[in-house]
């Protein structure tokens, strides 16, 4: 076992930090075609939600709550997706996915339907200052 947390570098990779919550580091991934936040609770050797003590998993809840929050009520979309896989990434992590009914995969699931679409350089400075500040504030209520 691992005594120190560290992000899975496929997660790293593909993703930005956004900010922190409580327990958990907030990912946006690079793709331009879905809001679409990730959360990795901030504990060693973590694979499955049932690895969370009882207080984390409280805690990630939350966080997952207010992350929802903040995408629907930035982006305005028709609804939120909440999927915790690892299938192909091992280590815990919660995708939060906005999405809209004329999104690309819709109605069905976002993973293996095209290829992601990476942030133009402005576009993604924007997306991610707006988050972080809607997600700093949404924080501070937890």
């Not at 609770?41 to 969370?52: E, F, G």
């Not at 293996?112 to 350089?121: F, K, L, M």
Request: some cysteine; aromatic content about 8%; hydrophobic content about 45%.
């Amino acid at each position: 076992m691992n005594n120190a947390f560290s992000l899975h570098p496929q997660l790293a990779a593909d993703c930005t930090l956004v900010t922190d919550g409580p327990l958990s580091h907030v990912l946006l991934m690079n793709d331009a075609r879905y809001p679409w936040l990730i959360l990795v609770p901030k504990r060693p050797d973590l694979v499955d939600y049932d690895d969370l003590t009882t207080e984390d998993r409280t805690t990630l809840g939350h966080e997952i709550a207010a992350v929802s929050k903040v995408i629907k009520s930035r982006f305005d979309v028709f609804k939120t997706n909440v999927a915790m896989l690892g299938n192909m990434v091992p280590q815990l992590h919660c995708h939060v996915i906005g999405r809209f009914k004329d999104d690309p995969a819709w109605p069905g699931p976002v993973w293996g339907v095209g290829d992601a679409v990476p942030y133009e350089e402005d576009a993604g400075r924007d997306r991610l200052a707006a988050l972080r500040a809607d997600l700093i504030s949404a924080f501070k209520h937890l």
